[in-house]
């Protein structure tokens, strides 16, 4: 197998290193994708109306990516209203690093 002399050389250490990290870091994105989706509290709908909110407020390549994943209905700021957005591009929406939380739209909110 390998030598502790194996594991010291300086490849294998940041090789390793690098693999704890990426390790991590997929551990908690995960985990954030999962806070993010269990807060909407959502019902057996196929589609949802969100308001989703961003770290800053979006530029083109952002709005571009929102529109395809449901109907743009506004912005404000960093808060985006998006209408009919699939379950499937609700968990790809959650997953974006750069959303900062994903809300159900009623009617009345602005």
């Known amino acids: 197998m390998f030598s502790l002399k ?6 294998v250490a940041t090789t390793l290193v690098l693999v704890g990290i990426i390790a991590v870091t997929t551990l908690i994105r995960a985990n954030q994708s999962a806070q993010k989706l269990a807060a909407l509290q959502l019902d057996d709908a196929p589609y949802h109306d969100l308001v989703v909110t961003l770290d800053f407020e979006p530029e083109t390549f952002h709005i ?3 529109q395809g994943k449901g109907r743009l209905v506004g ?4 808060t985006v209203q998006l209408r009919k ?6 968990s790809d929406l959650s997953h974006l690093t750069w959303v900062n939380t994903l809300n159900i739209w009623t009617e009345g909110d602005s």
């Open 6 to 11: 194996t594991l010291l050389k300086p490849s």
């Open 64 to 66: 571009t990516l929102l």
């Open 75 to 78: 912005i404000d700021g960093n």
């Open 85 to 90: 957005v699939s379950n499937e591009d609700l």
